[in-house]
Each structure stands twice: as C-alpha cells, then as structure tokens.
C-alpha cells in the first residue's frame, strides 16, 4: 500500500559507528531521492538516481554513500557517523526522465537520525 | 541558481481565520511550483501545484495561483482548521531533477 517506505523509522546510535537507511518505491517511478532536514525543518537535497545513475550528488561529506541496487530501491549508507549528521532523512521518488521535466515528488516518511 | 522564499513564522492563528502565506521564488525557464505540507511526526506530503503561469492549485481547502509577473505562488485558506496545524513548505522545481524548498513556515491554529 506505501507508496515510499523507509527504514528504520528512528535510529539511534554512538559517534563513529557507519550506519544504513533503506528506501523503497513502488510507484514505478525512474528517479529517487535523499533530502536532509535539520534541525531548524530546513530541506535540502542530498542525491538524487534516475534508472540507478547518480545525477546529483550535492555538496555533501563522502562519508554518506548511496546505492541503489534497481529502480526501485534508493539506501543511504553513512560511515563513521559524526554529531551533526542528526537529522531527518528523506527519501522521495518521481517519475522525471530528464531533466527537462519538473514531475511531482512523493515523499517518504523519514528517518530521524541522532548521534549521541 | 534557484531559490525560494518563504514568509517566516511560525503563525498562530485562532480556528476560522484566514491564513495567508506568502512565496516568492527565483528561476530561470518556466519552473512548476508546489506547496508540500508536514503534520508533526510525519513525511512531506503535496498539498497543490502548479506547472505553468496563472494556473491554480487547489486541496482541501488550499489554493495558490503562479504569478508568473510577481514571481509569487502565494498559500491561501478561507477558513483554519485545528487540523491544519503543520509546518507548510513553497518549493520549486526547475527541471533539473531538485526541488528547492523555502524554509517553512510553522502554523498553529488554536481552537
């Protein structure tokens, strides 16, 4: 019935540990993605995949590895996790096949990240 | 590049008051535009949109009209409900696969 699901819905873990977030979309869509939100609700894009090529890979610190076995599936690998990767991860999926379009993005409920 | 702002907040406003909250943007091209909402503890969902100028968006409610001339896709509700109470974001879509938010605005409507 999801339309985007991920997983774990809430993890807690220590400074140093590498931990995963799983995504899945099963809306048929070709492209999916990874947000952060901190603290103060800001969004702001992470990754992105179209057909399982990477297409945007912003600024963030190659700690954070994405992979994305098919269409379907979009996980966030994070290794050697630090105090302000606390957040809230996002996944979301649309059905943008080029960069021409501008097709909606369905959201997943988050993963509410703390390092303690 | 492109970007969104956003009214700050947060807003409280008391049960059937209008609320208003305002947004403008910046974008080269023809962006689409959206307003996503999140109720406390859950995901974004996509509360209205719109794709092309002096198009509306409606929801439960919820209307936005892209003035292409203002660069504006402002938020409006006739009538608040408690049930309203959730922070709404403005973002932008320029067709490069990303879509800039705005920072939110929390709102509070208080029976």
């Known amino acids: 019935d999801t339309a985007v699901s991920q997983t774990p819905k809430y993890l807690v873990t220590q400074m140093g540990n590498d931990k995963s977030i799983k995504c899945e979309q099963n809306?048929?869509?070709?492209?999916m993605y990874w947000y952060k939100q901190d603290s103060k609700k800001f969004l702001k894009i992470m990754f992105s995949?179209?057909?399982?090529?990477?297409?945007i890979n912003e600024t963030v610190p190659n700690r954070f590895s994405p992979k994305s076995p098919d269409k379907a599936h979009l996980n966030l690998h994070i290794n050697s996790l630090e105090l302000g990767d606390s957040a809230v991860y996002f996944c979301?999926?649309?059905?943008?096949?080029?960069?021409?379009?501008?097709?909606?993005?369905?959201f997943g409920p988050g993963t509410r990240l703390t390092v303690l | 590049g492109d970007s969104v702002t956003q009214m700050e907040g947060p807003v409280t406003l008391s049960e059937e008051a209008f609320l208003t909250i305002n947004c403008t943007y910046t974008?080269?091209?023809?962006?689409?535009l959206f307003w996503y909402v999140q109720y406390p503890g859950e995901g974004l969902q996509l509360l209205l949109k719109?794709?092309?100028?002096?198009d509306k968006g409606s929801n439960k409610g919820f209307e936005a009209t892209y003035r292409k001339e203002t660069t504006s896709f402002h938020l409006e509700k006739g009538s608040v409900q408690v049930s309203d109470s959730a922070v709404y974001f403005c973002?932008?879509?320029?067709?490069?696969?990303?879509?800039?938010f705005g920072a939110g605005t929390t709102v509070t409507v208080r029976a």
């Open positions: 719109a794709t092309k100028a002096d």
């Open positions: 809306l048929g869509h070709d492209t």
């Open positions: 973002a932008l879509s320029g067709g490069d696969y990303k879509l800039s």
């Open positions: 995949y179209n057909n399982k090529e990477l297409i």
């Open positions: 979301a999926s649309s059905q943008q096949t080029s960069a021409t379009s501008t097709d909606t993005q369905y």
């Open positions: 974008a080269t091209g023809y962006p689409s």
